[in-house]
C-alpha cells in the first residue's frame, strides 16, 4: 500500500555495498503501493562517501523510517480521537518538513537518524489519518473517487521520485567526472547530490502542510465529540443541505441504539459485531502486500536484468512499468464509484493471478536449466573470500550461445546474500570479500547455480507481463485498499483498527521483503512469482465470496449492515440454545 517500508533492510544492503557482481549493488528504484520510492535510495549512493558511516549506521538510517511508521501508525489512531483528523494531518506535515530539515543538515549519524524516525513516524500518521479523514467527510457517492485519488497521487510521486533520483544521480556522476579525480570536487558533488535528493521532498511536504489548513473537521469525529452543531456546519460545507441533514441523521439513529455514556467511548474490538469488519480489512491489507508489490516493484530493475534485458533497456522497462501504474490508476478512480470495490478487485486479483503464473512460467523455462555447482565453487574458496572468473563454458560444459551467469547465495553468518556475475559483463568477475566486521568471520557457500541467461525477447515478454501484473494491481486492490481499510471498519474502532491493520500490512511486507533475495537464491525467481500467485488466490476468494459491496453506502449504512449480521447470528444461536434445552 501506500506506505509500506517494507523494502528498507535488503535495500540497504543493496544501495550501500561497493561489490560490482552482487544483487546488492542494484537500488531499488520504486517501493509499492504502501510506500512509494522516495529518492533516499539513490541518496544512499553518496550519503555514506560522504558522512562516516558503517554498514549497520546505514541499515539502520533505511530501516529508521519503518520503525517510525509502525510505532507512529499505531498511535496516530488514538491521537486523531482525541485531537482531530485535521489536526493531526497538520501535525504530520510539519513533522516531515521539519525531518527534511534535519537530513539536509545533518553532519553525522545522530541528526540523520533522527531525521529519519521523524520522516517515518511522519508517513505513519498520513497513512492513517488521510484515508481516516478522506472516509468520514466524502459524499457516499464520490468516497471511492476521491480516495483513489489519495492512491493516484501517491503513484505520481513514485514517477516523481523515482526522476528526481535519476536527475540529480546523473548530474552527480557528471560532476564526478569533471573532477577529474580531484578528491575535494568529487566529495562536494557527492554531498549535493544526496543533500539535493532528499531537500527535494520538501516541497511537497509543504503544499501538503498549507493545504491542510482550510480543511474542515471531519463531521464524524465532531459528532462523536458531542459538537452537533459543529458536525453540521462541516457537513454543509461537504455537500448540500438536504444531504447534509441526511448524513446527520443517520448519525443520529446509529448514536441512539448505543448508551449515551459511550458514544465518545473507543469500544472493544474484540466485540462480535466488530470482529468479522477488522479481520476483513487486515486480511484485505495482507493479502495487498502478498501479491508482491513492492519486492516486484523495489527490484524491478535486478527482476528484468535477471530477465535478459541490458542494464540500459532494464531501466527503461522499470520507468514504463511506473509510468503504466500511474495512468491505470487515473481509470481506477474513474471507475471505483461506478463499478463497484468487489468488481475491481475480482478483476484485478484475477489478472494479477494471470500475469504472475505467466512471469513464473518465463522465468522457470531458463532457471531450470541451471545446474549446481556448489561443490565447485566450494573448491574455489580462498579462506573467506571468493574470486571466480565467469565464462561461457565452465564446469565441463559446452561452450554456451548465450551470455552465462553465476549466481551464489552466501553467508557472513548475519543473513544470507546474493551475488550474481554474468559472461558478458565488462569484469566477468564473481567477488566475495568481506568487508569491516566480516573479516574474521567464515564464509559459507549454501547454494551456487551455473545456467544461461534468457534471451532480450525473453525479457521483453517479462516485462510486459510486470506491465500487466502493475496494470490490473493498480486497477484493484492498488485503489480499493484504501476503500477497505476506512470504510469497512466501524466508526467506534476506525482510528484505531486502521492503525493496527497498517501494523499487519507493514508485517507482511517486512516478512516477504526479508525472504525474497534467499527464496531467489535458493530456487529462482519462479518460486517467488508462484507463491505470490498462491496468495492472490486468496485475494480472489475474499473478494469474490467474503467482501461485501460498499459503493454508494454511507459509512453507518456499512456499520449497520455488519451490525445485523452479527445480531441475526446470536439470534440464530441462542433459539439453538433454547431448542438444545427443549429438547432436554
Keep these: 500500500m501506500g506506505h509500506d517500508y517494507g523494502e528498507t533492510k535488503n535495500a540497504a544492503h543493496i544501495a550501500t555495498q561497493s561489490r560490482p557482481t552482487s544483487h546488492r549493488n542494484q537500488r531499488p528504484t520504486s517501493n509499492g503501493i504502501t510506500g512509494p520510492l522516495r529518492p533516499e535510495y539513490a541518496a544512499l549512493l553518496y550519503l555514506g562517501k560522504t558522512i562516516s558511516l558503517t554498514v549497520a549506521q546505514t541499515s539502520v538510517l533505511v530501516a529508521a523510517v519503518l520503525g517510525g511508521s509502525m510505532v507512529s501508525s499505531l498511535i496516530a489512531g488514538l491521537l486523531a480521537d482525541w485531537l482531530g483528523r485535521k489536526k493531526m494531518m497538520i501535525v504530520s506535515g510539519l513533522m516531515f518538513v521539519a525531518s527534511v530539515c534535519l537530513i539536509v543538515a545533518s553532519q553525522g549519524f545522530a541528526i540523520l537518524m533522527a531525521g529519519r524516525l521523524l520522516q517515518g513516524m511522519s508517513g505513519g ?21 476521491g480516495t483513489a485519488i ?78 452537533k452543531p459543529d458536525a453540521m456546519a462541516s457537513l454543509l460545507r461537504l455537500c448540500s443541505p438536504q444531504e447534509a441533514a441526511t448524513q446527520l441523521h443517520e448519525m443520529e439513529s446509529l448514536a441512539a441504539e448505543r448508551p449515551a455514556a459511550s458514544i465518545d467511548a473507543p469500544d472493544s474490538l474484540l466485540q462480535r459485531k466488530y470482529v468479522i469488519p477488522f479481520a476483513l480489512a487486515c486480511v484485505v491489507l495482507a493479502c495487498t502486500q502478498a501479491t508482491g508489490v513492492n519486492s516486484i516493484l523495489g527490484f524491478l530493475v535486478v527482476i528484468l536484468k ?13 520507468f514504463a ?94 543473513g544470507d546474500r546474493v551475488a550474481t556475475a554474468v559472461s558478458s559483463d565488462q569484469s566477468p568477475f564473481l567477488s566475495i570479500v568481506p568487508q569491516g566486521k566480516e573479516a574474521n ?93 498462491a496468495c492472490t488466490m486468496l485475494y480472489l476468494i475474499t473478494s469474490a465470496f ?39
Aim: charged content about 15%; some cysteine; glycine content about 8%.
Design 441 to 533: 568471520k567464515p564464509l559459507t557457500i549454501k547454494r551456487a547455480f551455473y545456467g544461461p541467461i534468457a534471451t532480450e525477447a525473453t525479457g521483453w515478454l517479462i516485462a510486459l507481463c510486470l506491465g500487466l501484473f502493475v496494470s490490473f494491481f493498480s486497477l484493484g486492490p492498488g485503489v480499493v485498499v484504501w476503500l477497505a481499510l476506512s470504510e469497512l471498519m466501524p466508526t467506534r474502532i476506525r482510528s484505531t483498527g486502521m492503525g493496527i491493520a497498517l501494523l499487519v500490512n507493514q508485517g507482511v511486507s517486512t516478512i516477504i521483503a526479508a525472504v525474497f533475495l534467499p527464496v531467489v537464491g535458493n530456487f529462482g525467481f519462479y518460486a517467488m512469482f508462484l507463491f505470490w500467485a
Design 150 to 227: 489519495f492512491q493516484l497521487m501517491v503513484t505520481f510521486g513514485v514517477l516523481v521520485a523515482s526522476t528526481t533520483g535519476w536527475f540529480f544521480t546523473h548530474q552527480a556522476e557528471a560532476a564526478i567526472v569533471s573532477a577529474a579525480g580531484n578528491p575535494v570536487l568529487i566529495r562536494a558533488a557527492q554531498s549535493h547530490a544526496w543533500r539535493s535528493m532528499f531537500l527535494a521532498m520538501i516541497g511537497p511536504g509543504i503544499v501538503f502542510f498549507v493545504s491542510t489548513l482550510p480543511l474542515v473537521e471531519s463531521p464524524r469525529w465532531l459528532f462523536r465529540k458531542a459538537r
Design 306 to 318: 535477471q530477465a535478459g534485458m541490458s542494464p540500459t533497456h532494464a531501466t527503461v522497462g522499470d
Design 125 to 145: 500518521v498520513i497513512a492513517v489519518v488521510v484515508p481516516l479523514y478522506l472516509a468520514e467527510s466524502l459524499r457516499p457517492d464520490s468516497r471511492g473517487k
Design 321 to 414: 512499468v511506473k509510468l503504466i501504474h500511474f495512468l491505470i490508476t487515473i481509470v481506477a478512480a474513474a471507475l471505483i464509484d461506478r463499478k463497484g470495490r468487489t468488481f475491481l478487485l475480482k478483476v484485478g486479483t484475477g489478472g494479477i493471478i494471470c500475469s504472475l503464473l505467466a512471469s513464473a512460467f518465463l522465468f522457470y523455462s531458463f532457471e531450470s536449466r541451471r545446474i549446481d555447482v556448489r561443490a565447485e565453487i566450494q573448491q574455489s574458496q580462498l579462506g573467506n573470500s571468493l574470486i571466480v572468473p565467469v565464462g561461457a563454458s565452465m564446469f565441463h560444459l559446452k561452450p554456451a550461445t548465450r551470455p552465462m551467469a553465476l549466481t551464489v547465495l552466501y553467508s557472513y553468518g548475519d
Design 546 to 584: 467474503f467482501l461485501p459491496e460498499t459503493k454508494g453506502k454511507s459509512l453507518e449504512e456499512i456499520e449497520e449492515l455488519f451490525d445485523r449480521k452479527s445480531r441475526l447470528k446470536t439470534c440464530d444461536n441462542s433459539e439453538a440454545e433454547m431448542a438444545e434445552i427443549d429438547l432436554r
